[in-house]
């Protein structure tokens, strides 16, 4: 039987084009964690709903008011510890052995990619995983320095007792050089980006696809709705990570498509 004798042309098409790269970008957002129970931003339901992200996501917010946006993020925090990659996490991780070379470029700040396997992570939004003092700039685990912090205290630095933030990038705020020196080599050496779960609205991120096609990169994007970044894709897959980037990759049975 014709293993991909079920699959729409579309899939097989990516399949494909997947097939013959050797050097895979991949950039994700907050949709590739939707079926590990991590909300998105701006679906319905997502963490930004009631407040604009510009409201709490800011060095402005965080000086003004500091308990309300550390609020938010100790929620955040709090519950990433009961959640697991799911198998479009797991796909990455498994594309990334057969590639000669793999840049998974993440707006995702959860660490998912990580635990599901994926090796050349680049964060470009930071971690949830660890905080950062204002003062004194000393990193510490989050969920540690958290635990058993009563609700209403605002984390200190064990070194300096400067006030500590999460180790993210907010608005208005610049990537780290890092993550933009491998995102620019990712851009202009891949022969595919892979663009999965993202909204493609936030910048320098929402860019980088253009970027990598007008680099000579073919664009393949999966999400269950239509983006900025669909008429740039060859082909735009309508659907979820987890159901669909098994069956791009050939990774193990996912659950049936759409
Ligand atoms: P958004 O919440 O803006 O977009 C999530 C995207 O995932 C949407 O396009 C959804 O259609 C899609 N989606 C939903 N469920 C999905 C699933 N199961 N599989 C695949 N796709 C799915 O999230 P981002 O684009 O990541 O920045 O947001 C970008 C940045 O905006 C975030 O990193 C954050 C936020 O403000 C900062 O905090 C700096």
């Known amino acids: 039987m014709d293993p991909e004798g079920a699959l729409s042309p579309d899939v097989v098409q990516a399949r494909s084009v997947l097939a013959a790269a050797r050097r895979i970008a991949v950039l994700s957002g907050a949709g590739i964690s939707a079926e590990s129970g991590v909300p998105t931003f701006r679906d319905a339901g997502g963490l930004w709903e009631g407040r604009?992200?510009?409201?709490?996501?800011?060095p402005g917010a965080f000086a003004r008011e500091p308990a309300e946006v550390w609020r938010f993020y100790r929620r955040r925090i709090e519950a990433l510890a009961g959640v697991?990659?799911?198998?479009?996490?797991?796909?990455?991780?498994?594309?990334?052995?057969?590639?000669?070379?793999?840049?998974?470029?993440?707006?995702?700040?959860?660490?998912?990619?990580?635990?599901a396997g994926s090796r050349n992570v680049v964060e470009l939004h930071g971690t949830l995983s660890t905080l950062r003092c204002v003062h004194c700039g000393r990193r510490s685990s989050a969920r540690e320095t958290l635990a058993g912090l009563p609700d209403d205290r605002l984390p200190t630095c064990g070194a300096c007792g400067g006030l500590l933030r999460p180790d993210v990038v907010w608005y208005g705020e610049l990537l780290p050089d890092h993550a933009l020196a491998?995102?620019?080599?990712?851009?202009?050496?891949?022969?595919?980006?892979?663009?999965?779960?993202?909204s493609g609205v936030?910048?320098?991120?929402?860019?980088?696809?253009?970027?990598?096609?007008?680099?000579?990169?073919?664009?393949?994007?999966?999400?269950p709705e239509r983006t900025p970044i669909s008429p740039l894709a060859r082909p735009s897959l309508r659907g979820t990570a987890a159901t669909l980037l098994p069956l791009l990759v050939g990774s193990g049975a996912p659950a049936a498509e759409p």
């Open 84 to 115: 697991a990659p799911n198998a479009g996490h797991r796909a990455l991780a498994e594309l990334e052995r057969r590639c000669e070379r793999f840049w998974l470029l993440t707006q995702n700040v959860d660490g998912l990619h990580a635990t």
């Open 202 to 223: 936030v910048q320098p991120a929402a860019s980088f696809a253009a970027s990598a096609r007008a680099a000579g990169a073919r664009i393949v994007e999966v999400n």
């Open 182 to 198: 491998v995102a620019a080599e990712a851009i202009s050496r891949c022969q595919v980006m892979l663009v999965v779960g993202t």
């Open 52 to 58: 604009s992200p510009e409201s709490l996501a800011t």
